[in-house]
Nanobody, 121 residues
Framework: QVQLVESGGGLVQPGGSLRLSCAAS????????MGWYRQAPGKQRELVATITSGGVTNSADSVKGRFTISRDNAKNTVYLQMSDLKTEDTAVYYC???????????????WGQGTQVTVSS
């Protein structure tokens, strides 16, 4: 069984910073891409940023220059450093990881439970 556990969300003022963390635990043989998605009220879930096992990153235009994704492969953890936060960044942020639980099985997508980020004065 695999679990993704997120932490670091909360309430912050516009222009502030937050750091999200997501750790994978359980039966993990290999983790391929990891990433962050977000869903604001009344909107579809959207990609925020992804990172491959080799460290290649991709991010949405709306967060470029403000958010940085990174990972610690030894800890099976992905981070999202968010700076210069705006009210439109308010959403539930979900961690995603493509994980192999055995070298003999294909990888599958796993999701965290979500963490609320609220940007408000």
């Amino acid at each position: 069984q695999v679990q993704l556990v997120e932490s670091g969300g909360g309430l912050v003022q516009p222009g502030g910073s937050l750091r999200l963390s997501c750790a994978a635990s359980g039966t993990v043989s290999n983790i391929n891409a990891m990433g962050w998605y977000r869903q604001a009220p009344g909107k579809q879930r959207e990609l925020v940023a992804t990172i491959t096992s080799g460290g290649v990153t991709n991010s949405a235009d709306s967060v470029k220059g403000r958010f940085t994704i990174s990972r610690d492969n030894a800890k099976n953890t992905v981070y999202l450093q968010m700076s210069d936060l705006k009210t439109e960044d308010t959403a539930v942020y979900y961690c995603n990881a493509r994980i192999q639980i055995s070298p003999y099985l294909f990888s599958q997508d796993y999701w965290g439970q979500g963490t609320q980020v609220t940007v408000s004065s």
